[in-house]
């Protein structure tokens, strides 16, 4: 028997959600509690012909060991790729190229993060995120939040008493754009007063990106990355919501530095990203698919974001209330105040329909009356049923609100 | 400029070999430093004919997310194939899909070391393993070792020794065929002492068998994991050595309590390891290619070995001892007491040949007159010519011990 476990052991916890994820397997349940990308936009003819011409041309740098912190040629095409798209100019040393965004959070975590060190976060935040910092056990903060992100005020006021704690505040980690859970977009007033403030209390601010060329409409906003003038910021982007997740590829950019610790800390996490997946998105931006893939995505989740919105519309009884995002993957619902979630999430489950309840994104347990659905997934039929069948279950206890 | 690191920044170390096999990149050295497989055994078109398959017939599973415990199928083929090379029966449940032997030893420190916790390996071990565990801050204790694995009795005096100061050892961790750096394979006789002794005391082993398939000649010894009962061994495998590294794909058996706890840390390493690159794995095993790859394999590591230890023999001089390795990739050579590879290591470069100090492998920074030569990656012609010019190199500074 195997024993002598660490206390890693003890503060991984195996998501909550995802014994509830278990009951929404049934096919004729309709889910809105996953995170997937439609796979119908797969662009499976391209990357077949890429892969041929890597193994015709590439294979003994594809299929070998490659450099921990990624592959040149690839992050040459990043360098270009993040100038085009963002305007932000980097060297390649300026980047990391990582399996997927969820190792980019860990290596954050590993780096900043000693038992009981107090970080910031939004709230609600990204799950995954929260699961990684709490497992290095960290004292993570959390940060009122609104339509426009984070609240500056409640920002600076739990900086601010951190300090007089003499406590150091790791890292601030947000989700600016079309945040998951929510939807939400930080606005550029707040983004500008954000890095004001963490340059003035020295805080490191994690912005992860992983849907942010993802945009239906409303104007752009320069990344924090940008704004802060490549000082303080590393950000984290990944290719599973503008390409495909099963490559498992993501890339963080930020100063060299801190760059150079981090790809010493992926060195013995797993050597390198596999060689052969770089090359595959590396000929993915330089065979100039990339603009008319995401236009597709944008197309495709557009029209499904709108369908749910038309459906919370027609059927959401009065009280409810939910996020218009202008990107991304998900939404964001919040039912009258006495309603809980959790306990509706079993009735939704009868009226064969789900979604992730609100609350486990929350760091200190709160919107117990929240939850989110994501729009990627379902067909744009689904939603409309699925909508339709959850305001069926709400309206069941809105009219029995002692239940609840 | 970002600050505010955690300690485990401080305790993992850019390999100090790095700044050595810089010296290395020069197209003119013979480098027997490296680790890589032989690239022109690759198999390239299965390669391509397996992903051509995947993308027609499967491409909503290798493109998608998958579950973090590794894709059903590639685990079944893997119970298969585990029992029919090893014996070894398990379920699904006992295996986990990693990015690699690499992510097996992360979770494996994870999951069981706690700053200061005593563990044990071998004198020497594997470089790789030894800076995941001091990342995690281990107190790592060597056990001596000689041409028949780790010395017993030491073993035992270690563990006593830990027992009498009322210290928990958390494990040890062993690569018990063709070691890395050695090329020693453990008999069959302390092998079964091993475990004998690791039960009393309670101890998880850690098997590490990524060359294990590659057995040249001499006889097959168990496994420790079937030796032990299934009971408290973990063992890491990879399909680097034998199939390509660039898919960065491995998998780690064990009791299947143990394995849903890696299961949960993994899942905020990287939530998955790459569908695509599973289904490959998969495919290859399905399709029956294992077997002829792998002897195709054998066939020409052989070789190579032959060329390398007939070279030795015929140019190192007199006090220079190595080992013959039954498999595996390396062989490992001891200089006379008072010479030191790593004061060497410029003088061959000077010569246009390269190898790893030993010293990095020892936990105790001892092994100075020590060093591993690789012979799966250079030529026949380049190996014996690269032991001619390090042999002139040994040679040289035998005759001025002074210099040592």
């Known amino acids: 028997m195997i024993k002598n476990y660490s206390s890693f052991i003890d503060r991984t916890k195996s ?210 990355y940008k704004l802060s003038n490549y000082d303080n910021v590393i950000s984290l982007f990944t290719f599973s919501k503008i390409f495909v997740p099963g490559l498992r590829l993501g890339y963080m950019i930020g100063p060299e530095e801190a760059i150079m610790k981090m790809s010493t800390l992926k060195q013995s996490l797993d050597l390198c990203t596999s060689p052969l997946n770089q090359l595959i998105a590396s000929e993915f931006l330089k065979g100039g698919y990339f603009d008319s893939h995401v236009k597709e995505i944008i197309g495709i989740y557009k029209k499904k974001k709108d369908v749910m919105l038309r459906a919370l519309n027609e059927f959401m009884p009065e009280g409810v209330s939910w996020t218009t995002p202008e990107g991304g993957l998900f939404l964001w619902v919040r039912l009258p105040e006495y309603m809980d979630a959790n306990q509706m999430f079993y009735n939704a489950v009868d009226e064969k329909v789900a979604y992730v309840i609100g609350s486990v994104f929350h760091c200190d347990n709160s919107g117990l009356n929240t939850l989110r659905l994501n729009f990627s997934y379902p067909s744009e039929e689904e939603i409309y049923e699925g909508i339709k069948r959850l305001a069926k279950v709400v309206k069941d206890r809105l009219k029995t609100p002692s239940k609840a």
Chains 1, 2 share one sequence.
Request: charged share 25%.
């Open 15 to 224: 998501s909550a959600i995802r014994e509830l994820l278990k009951l929404t397997s049934q096919p004729d349940i309709i889910s809105f509690a996953g995170g997937l990308p439609d796979p119908n936009v797969f662009p499976i003819e391209i990357i077949n012909d890429i892969i041929a011409n890597i193994l015709q041309n590439k294979s003994k740098v594809a299929l070998q060991y490659g450099a921990t912190e990624g592959v040149l040629e690839f992050k040459q095409e990043l360098v270009k790729f993040i100038s085009k798209s963002e305007g932000i100019n980097l060297k390649p040393e300026n980047i990391l190229v990582t399996s997927a965004s969820q190792q980019g959070l860990d290596l954050i975590g590993k780096a900043f993060i000693n038992v009981s060190d107090p970080i910031l976060v939004e709230l609600p935040s990204y799950l995954g995120a929260l699961q990684v910092f709490q497992s290095y056990g960290a004292d993570i903060i959390g940060v009122k939040s609104d339509d426009d992100g984070v609240l500056i005020d409640d920002f600076a006021a739990k900086l601010d008493l951190l300090k007089r704690q003499n406590a150091t505040c790791k890292f601030v980690y947000l989700v600016p754009d079309f945040q998951n859970p929510t939807g939400v977009t930080m606005s550029v007033e707040r983004r500008h007063k954000l890095i004001e403030i963490s340059k003035h209390y020295d805080l490191p601010i994690i912005e992860d990106s992983p849907y942010r060329q993802v945009r239906f409409e409303g104007d752009h906003c320069d990344m924090l």
